[in-house]
């Protein structure tokens, strides 16, 4: 069966127009365009581009919600085996659109979906484990191999057959691990990589250690004495009862709580869910996770000024950083805004 392929493109690789042309609102042809009609090549017999989507960058990036849903109403209008979004290499605007579009088509109609980004482009950070994503270089240099690459990646994913692992299909792992079998056992393969490590030789590890970027340590407070604190746990501290079904491990969210005119938790009014370590201690007395006995009595000596009304709680357990990220972006300027000075974070 021939595979019916949507393309999306943006303005520019559509050949409508370069940043003046930014704000084109969703349209649809029913051909190949521009780096499609290469696609179209890798395709070969097997899959038809039969029709090409697009939209500005500016439009997708300032009016998303309504572009989306034009644009998927344009997919669904064909009924379409599989979406190939860009290539857009690190086209920031249009990397967030191309892997956007991917999820949002996975989501809600369920359609085989894949983008070319670099691996810097800002959209792999965001989507890398939601949306197959294929490495390309920073630039349309980089087009015919990206194409090749989406396309067999693309056709492999619309036919529902399994994929092999990242560096051996050649897109961006996505963070899961999956049970094969080796020819030889897990013993044999460490020891010869071990020593191909020893003598200089190049290897790849089975399990490659996760990346963090580094924070700059944000500068002490100056005067404790003049400054309101927050406090934040990623000791899983909740009320009782777990309200917001603060998950105990991988959490998904993260919980605000008032402890506005509190002196001290309560073990009646508060709990730990965490199932990272023995929580007993904990639920006996709260404040040897978040300590706020302690906190009122530093403000009645003169020693801090204040403290935040709430308290911000997760469970680090697990937890992707992405959340804590998110956290972070949506609480800062809430606290900024409140005059906060610090922010006292207690973990197991």
Do not use: W
């Amino acid at each position: 069966m021939e595979l019916r392929v949507v393309h999306y493109l943006n303005q520019f690789f559509a050949g409508l127009g370069g940043e003046a042309e930014a704000d084109l609102e969703p349209r649809a042809v029913d051909k190949a365009l521009g780096p499609g009609e290469t696609l179209q090549g890798y395709l070969g017999t097997a899959g038809k581009i039969v029709r090409t989507i697009i939209c500005g960058d500016n439009c997708f990036s300032d009016r998303q919600e309504e572009s989306l849903a034009a644009l998927l109403g344009m997919v669904r209008e064909v009924e379409a085996n599989l979406l190939i979004a860009g290539p857009a290499f690190a086209a920031g605007r249009y990397g967030l659109a191309c892997a956007h579009l991917c999820d949002a088509a996975k989501r809600e109609l369920g359609l085989a979906s894949v983008t070319g980004l670099a691996p810097d482009n800002p959209a792999v950070a965001t989507y890398k484990r939601e949306v197959l994503i294929v490495p390309t270089g920073a630039s349309a240099v980089s087009m015919k191999q990206a194409l090749a690459r989406m396309a067999a990646i693309g056709m492999k994913l619309a036919r529902g057959e399994s994929l092999g692992p990242p560096g051996v299909e050649g897109y961006l792992p996505q963070g899961f691990r999956r049970n094969a079998l080796a020819e030889e056992s897990g013993a044999k393969r460490a020891l010869a990589m071990l020593r191909a490590k020893l003598s200089g030789e190049p290897f790849v590890t089975e399990i490659p250690l996760p990346e963090f970027g580094r924070v700059p340590p944000a500068p002490p407070v100056s005067d404790l004495s003049r400054a309101v604190i927050a406090l934040f746990t990623t000791g899983g501290l909740v009320p009782k009862g777990n309200p917001d079904r603060l998950r105990s491990h991988a959490a998904t969210s993260y919980g605000r709580y008032s402890i506005e005119g509190l002196e001290e938790l309560k073990a009646e009014e508060f709990e730990a869910f965490h199932s990272g370590y023995y929580t007993a201690y904990v639920n006996e007395d709260p404040n040897r996770i978040v300590p706020l006995d302690a906190i009122r009595s530093l403000i009645r000596a003169g020693n801090l000024a204040g403290v935040h009304p709430t308290l911000y709680a997760t469970t680090g357990n697990g937890t992707d950083p992405r959340l804590l990220e998110r956290m972070a972006e949506e609480v800062g300027p809430e606290l900024k805004r409140a005059g906060v000075g610090g922010a006292l974070i207690t973990s197991t």
